[in-house]
């Protein structure tokens, strides 16, 4: 199976920074897509940006221009570098996974809180 830890959240003021990480382990064959989400209090769970397979990354437009989604493939790692932010952007942000282990998965991180307070 597919293990993914996120670290990085956090509370930040308006304008600040953050990085989160997500590390995948386990029998992993292949990643077929890394992505991130988030989701706010009351609201449904959103995709904020993503990588399938060698492609440019894919951004919602609300992050456009303040979030850089990226990926270190020799560590099975994927970041997620927030500027900019705002009290919108407060949420549980997520890292999902397709894994290729015995066959072909998803995979959710646990969730990382980020505050961004005004």
């Known amino acids: 199976q597919v293990q993914l830890v996120e670290s990085g959240?956090?509370?930040?003021?308006?304008?600040?920074s953050l990085r989160l990480?997500?590390?995948?382990s386990g029998s992993i064959f292949s990643?077929?897509?890394?992505?991130?989400?988030?989701?706010?209090?009351?609201?449904?769970?959103?995709l904020v940006a993503n990588i399938i397979g060698g492609g440019m990354p894919n951004y919602v437009d609300s992050v456009k221009g303040r979030f850089t989604i990226s990926r270190d493939n020799a560590n099975?790692?994927?970041?997620?570098?927030?500027?900019?932010?705002k009290p919108e952007d407060t949420a549980?942000?997520?890292?999902?996974?397709?894994?290729?282990?015995?066959?072909?998965?998803q995979y959710w991180?646990?969730?990382?809180?980020?505050?961004?307070?005004?």
Request: hydrophobic share 30%; net charge positive; charged share 10%.
């Open 76 to 85: 099975n790692t994927m970041y997620l570098q927030m500027n900019s932010l």
């Open 21 to 24: 990480s997500c590390a995948a």
């Open 31 to 46: 990643i077929r897509s890394m992505g991130w989400y988030r989701q706010a209090p009351g609201k449904q769970r959103e």
């Open 109 to 118: 991180g646990q969730g990382t809180q980020v505050i961004v307070s005004s």
């Open 9 to 16: 959240g956090g509370l930040v003021q308006t304008g600040g």
């Open 92 to 105: 549980v942000y997520y890292c999902k996974v397709v894994a290729v282990t015995t066959y072909t998965g």
